[in-house]
């Protein structure tokens, strides 16, 4: 059924009145609207033969705003106080500084570098919300599939079937021990120097990089304990239970332990990444943050880098 509405308000008529209303006068509402003076008088006009009643009764050239005219302008300011809210909104996230983001990440980035980049991305974005959570990796895959989460932060992960992998960046890992462990008398530590000591063992992909890594130097991975995060290990390690092997992240993140770290040889890089839905419609906001953390991490990297 068609439905005919010949008197439907005209928005921008609505939007004239609204802009007489406040700034006084034509030629102020004029050059507020970008429009001519006479322009306006014309819509003034055209609205009040709409409505069918006088908003201003005119003498000398002076508009004085009728008794319904105030009453209409009481109906219209708080539609148009939502227009400006929302126009402000649009500018928002057209410069990111407005959105939410949805973020779950595994402990040795979500403990380490992700809060630092997340504190300094929220400065600078103040209508900016977060919801933030650090899961085992399983956890946080699956969160993102489900789109639960926009955005996971995951170590040691270069491919995934369902998700796309986004590499942020590459790290070394390292030895860490206890305070005066033989071990720290060494400038780099080989998977013979650990078989000859306790040895704490991860059982996260991390792990499985460190196995390759004995396998290839002819050392049997024979960890005396076994863990499922890097952290733990730091803190088994600062009890002195034996010598693990984590990423620098971790490392970083248990500096206040009593611990020691050298260099694990052969070099073992692990990769830092980004893991998303391949198809979803990400917004510019968190397409912007991972692009920080990438910035953030390789800008440590640097950092370490010799000569630096």
Do not use: W
């Not at 700034?23 to 102020?28: K, L, M, V």
């Not at 909104?89 to 980035?109: C, H, N, Q, Y």
């Amino acid at each position: 059924m068609k439905i005919h509405r010949k008197n439907d308000l005209n928005l921008r008529l609505l939007e004239i009145f609204e802009a007489v209303m406040r700034c006084r006068t034509t030629i102020d509402a004029a050059e507020e609207l970008g429009i001519s003076q006479p322009a306006v008088s014309t819509a003034i006009k055209k609205f009040e033969k709409q409505v069918g009643f006088t908003l201003f009764d005119r003498a000398n050239r002076v508009m004085k705003p009728t008794e319904e005219a105030r009453q209409l302008l009481t109906e219209v300011e708080p539609v148009f106080g939502l227009l400006r809210n929302i126009e402000g909104e649009i500018r928002d996230l057209r410069s990111t500084k407005s959105g939410r983001l949805r973020l779950a990440a595994t402990p040795p980035l979500g403990h380490s570098a992700l809060p630092e980049v997340l504190r300094d991305f929220l400065e600078e974005r103040t209508g900016v919300t977060v919801r933030y959570d650090i899961r085992r990796l399983e956890t946080v895959l699956e969160s993102v599939e489900t789109g639960a989460v926009e955005i996971g932060f995951v170590l040691g992960l270069e491919y995934h079937r369902d998700l796309k992998v986004i590499p942020l960046g590459e790290s070394q890992l390292v030895c860490v021990m206890p305070s005066g462990h033989p071990l720290a008398a060494r400038q780099l530590v080989t998977p013979a120097d650990i078989a000859e000591h306790s040895f704490i063992g991860l059982e996260s992909n991390i792990g499985v990089i460190i196995r390759k890594a004995f396998h290839e130097a002819g050392v049997i991975h024979a960890p005396r304990a076994e863990v499922r995060y890097c952290h733990t290990a730091c803190v088994l390690a600062n009890a002195g239970i034996g010598v693990g092997i984590v990423d620098p992240y971790s490392a970083h993140f248990a500096s206040s332990l009593n611990v020691e770290l050298r260099p694990f040889h052969p070099e073992t890089a692990v990769l830092a990444a980004a893991v998303i839905r391949p198809n979803a419609n990400y917004s510019r906001v968190a397409l912007e943050f991972i692009e920080a953390v990438k910035d953030r991490l390789k800008a440590a990297e640097t950092e370490k880098a010799p000569g630096s």
